[in-house]
């Protein structure tokens, strides 16, 4: 993972800066040809070997998520009416993309247990405005997974000026 990374920019400009110590973050690298599936597998026993906390529906406590929103609406690699949206009963699932390899993503489920939520946001650009407002919107949009993020329970909404700009 490069300098461009998500895992890298979130370390190096939020978790290092506020003290975090400690994150579990999937450390296998999903084949070519993988539908992500058995990466999913392992970051699901990473969190269970961790000694991360299950809730009595079988998903784990984090204490914090930390997402960024995409301006389809799409959180972690659960997009519009994508497989991983529609999972309603796994911890964390593969997200096939065509001609690239599959990424996993904790499913909303596993999102919505979290302790704290977090949803950063920079710049208004590319969507990313009308994005934070229709996050923001109730009730969500039908059918489940037309705007993932409006299926957050209850995100905090870390917003710059240009973000937050049509609120």
Same mark, same amino acid.
């Given at each position: &993972? !490069?300098?461009?990374?998500?895992?890298?920019?979130?370390?190096?400009?939020?978790?290092?800066?506020? =003290?975090?110590?400690? /994150? +579990?973050?999937?450390?296998?690298?999903?084949?070519?040809?993988?539908?992500?599936?058995?990466?999913?597998?392992?970051?699901?026993?990473?969190?269970?070997?961790?000694?991360?906390?299950?809730?009595?529906?079988?998903?784990?406590?984090?204490?914090?998520?930390?997402?960024?929103?995409?301006?389809?609406?799409?959180?972690?690699?659960?997009?519009? &009416? !994508?497989?991983?949206?529609?999972?309603?009963?796994?911890?964390?699932?593969?997200?096939?993309?065509? =001609?690239?390899?599959? /990424? +996993?993503?904790?499913?909303?489920?596993?999102?919505?247990?979290?302790?704290?939520?977090?949803?950063?946001?920079?710049?208004?650009?590319?969507?990313?405005?009308?994005?934070?407002?229709?996050?923001?919107?109730?009730?969500?949009?039908?059918?489940?997974?037309?705007?993932?993020?409006?299926?957050?329970?209850?995100?905090?909404?870390?917003?710059?000026?240009?973000?937050?700009?049509?609120?």
């Amino acid at each position: &993972m !490069g300098e461009k990374g998500t895992l890298f920019k979130s370390n190096k400009k939020f978790a290092t800066a506020v =003290g975090i110590t400690k /994150s +579990i973050n999937p450390t296998s690298t999903p084949k070519a040809e993988s539908d992500g599936s058995e990466e999913a597998a392992f970051y699901t026993e990473a969190l269970k070997s961790a000694g991360v906390p299950f809730d009595a529906a079988g998903f784990p406590v984090i204490d914090l998520v930390l997402l960024g929103l995409g301006a389809d609406g799409h959180i972690g690699s659960n997009h519009p &009416m !994508g497989p991983a949206v529609a999972t309603t009963d796994k911890i964390v699932v593969g997200s096939p993309k065509i =001609g690239e390899p599959s /990424s +996993i993503t904790l499913t909303v489920e596993s999102i919505n247990s979290a302790r704290t939520v977090g949803v950063v946001v920079c710049g208004g650009s590319k969507g990313k405005k009308e994005a934070v407002k229709r996050a923001m919107a109730r009730p969500f949009e039908e059918p489940r997974g037309t705007f993932p993020a409006q299926l957050l329970k209850s995100p905090i909404f870390f917003l710059d000026k240009e973000a937050a700009a049509d609120l």
